[in-house]
């Protein structure tokens, strides 16, 4: 269970600290995080904030807790309408399809999907519910079919940023409104326009405003009560602040236990955007990298730091990749006959030994320790896992090494190791027989090959030995050429005794 887990610490944003994770209902986490405004193909900033969450959103489960992770899509909003009338097409239409292609880039950098993915077209009711409750509990107001939020009645207002309202100037961050009470109030209903989608309400035609859809899809889907909320850290302010201040007038008690956002990412330091024309969509990305190599370059840097865009880290991130997948491959190739052998037997897999138990051990308590605080991805990246895959790749070396030296040793005594094994399988039933004559004299005449055979507990192996007896070596037999020769002037002939074997007289220079 998640509790026996140890300490989770993240950080939140709105303390500007690492706490200690603890949730609401004991078990089971809720979260939110800001999806995209789908009006385009999504860049790396959408993709680094779809990675980090997920990295938490696995981790949590890996923890063992019960996740309802929800993201949203904005469906309505001025830019969508703006790029529809571009093109000509329907907005809800248009925007539709950048979802369908938002999610295929996600199952590509494969983010799991979350357990609710709400638009705003379809919760048209729940946000205009919440908009009737803050104008109800005084914090909002309706001028011409526009309905402003008062923030000067919300009496925290800029606790998550640190804004201070009297620093809010108009036309920074709110639209410039002469009929608003104070200039950064901002919309939470925008009455319709010519050639605009709009949707009936109390006060008329029109469409929400964007920073009521999250409080209230997150309301809707997590009540005004969760753990987490989580987007870039743009988000910051104004939208999160706004958040924050629609939720407390449409209920007091509402409450986000941690804010969490994650770092831009920068192109030659500076923010990545659509706005900025500086920005690479994921696709064009993906056309030349591998998918995990780009998962793999997001996760490098901690989630909470920028994270500049360079060829050159990518091409870190391929390698890394590559390596990571050949190791496996290798590791597979190496170990897949021994397995096979052994389960078409029923017999228990060989374990692992004491430095391989170490190394994994290692891994596992880093692996531990780095991610329960605050998720600390580039540090197991470039430490313990490292250090994994190096000590797999020396052991697949030693392995191909004996390898190579118990199949001379086959060769040399004449026999094959599906013909050994079966040996071995004789003599371990002449020992459960009580047949020790029997099992003594294989041994001893698989010793007399170069073959010792290992007890090792209640499992038999063998290995290369020296044999008891000498092998006689093959003779190699080549071609006999006839041909005359002649003892050299600088040679003599000597006369030496034959040996015991009745060999006659030697040849010495």
């Known amino acids: 269970m998640a509790e026996e887990q140890g300490e989770f610490r993240i950080y939140n944003s709105m303390t500007q600290q690492k706490e200690i994770f603890k949730t609401k209902v004991p078990g089971k986490v809720s979260m939110y995080v800001c999806g995209v405004t789908a009006y385009d193909f999504s860049h790396l900033g959408h993709a680094r904030a779809a990675v980090s969450f997920d990295i938490l959103f696995r981790y949590l489960k890996h923890l063992g807790y019960e996740i309802t992770y929800v993201r949203n899509f904005t469906d309505v909003d001025d830019k969508i309408i703006k790029r529809a009338n571009e093109t000509g097409e329907d907005p809800l239409m ?12 996600m199952a590509d950098l494969q983010c799991e999907t979350p357990s609710r993915e709400p638009r705003v077209s379809e919760h048209l009711n729940e946000i205009k519910d919440m908009i009737t409750q803050i104008i109800n509990n005084g914090y909002a107001y309706e001028v011409d079919g526009d309905v402003f939020y008062a923030v000067d009645k919300c009496p925290n207002y800029g606790m998550l940023s640190g804004q201070r309202l009297e620093h809010n100037r108009a036309g920074e961050r709110v639209a410039v409104d002469s009929r608003k009470r104070h200039p950064a109030d901002f919309a939470l209903w925008k009455a319709a326009k010519p050639g605009e989608p709009s949707w009936d309400s109390p006060w ?9 859809e999250c409080s209230a899809m997150s309301a809707c889907y997590l009540t005004h009560k969760f753990d987490i909320h989580g987007g870039g850290i743009d988000l910051i302010f104004p939208h999160h602040e706004n958040e924050i201040a629609q939720s407390w007038a449409a209920d007091h008690d509402s409450h986000v236990s941690y804010w969490m956002h994650n770092g831009h990412v920068t192109n030659n330091n500076e923010k990545m955007s659509k706005s900025l024309g500086n920005f690479f969509t994921i696709r064009q ?16 840097a901690h989630y909470r730091s920028p994270l500049n865009y360079s060829i050159s880290q990518l091409e870190n991130s391929s390698d890394a990749i590559y390596y990571i997948f050949q190791t496996l491959q290798d590791c597979k190739d190496a170990v897949s006959p021994l397995l096979q052998g052994e389960t078409e037997k029923n017999e228990k897999v060989p ?16 692996f531990q320790t780095k991610m329960s605080d605050d998720l600390q991805t580039p540090v197991i990246l470039t430490g313990a896992l490292q250090e994994a895959l190096k000590f797999v790749n020396t052991s697949l070396k030693m392995l191909k090494v004996l390898q190579q030296l118990k199949d001379k040793a086959l060769k040399r005594a004449g026999l094959t190791e599906d013909e050994v094994l079966h040996l071995i399988d ?34 038999i192996t063998w290995r290369p030995c020296i044999p008891s007896e000498p092998l006689v070596a093959e003779v190699v037999q080549r071609p006999i050429v006839e041909e005359k020769q002649s003892t050299p002037v600088n040679q003599k002939v000597e006369e030496i005794p034959g040996d015991r074997e009745g060999n006659g007289p030697h040849t010495t220079t």
């Not at 374990?351 to 880093?366: G, Y």
């Open 285 to 300: 990305i993906t056309e030349r990298y591998h998918s995990l190599a780009l998962r793999h370059f997001l996760i490098s």
């Open 426 to 459: 004789e003599r371990t039933q002449a020992r459960i027989n009580k047949d020790f004559a029997k099992s003594d004299k294989m041994r001893a005449d698989l010793a007399t090959k170069g073959i010792a055979l290992m007890d090792v507990g209640n499992e």
């Open 94 to 105: 248009l925007s539709n399809r950048f979802c369908d292609e938002y999610n295929a880039d």
């Open 351 to 366: 374990q692992i030994n004491e430095a391989a138990k170490e190394c994994i051990k290692k891994l596992n308590v880093e």
């Open 204 to 212: 008329g035609p029109g469409r929400p405003g964007w920073h009521i």
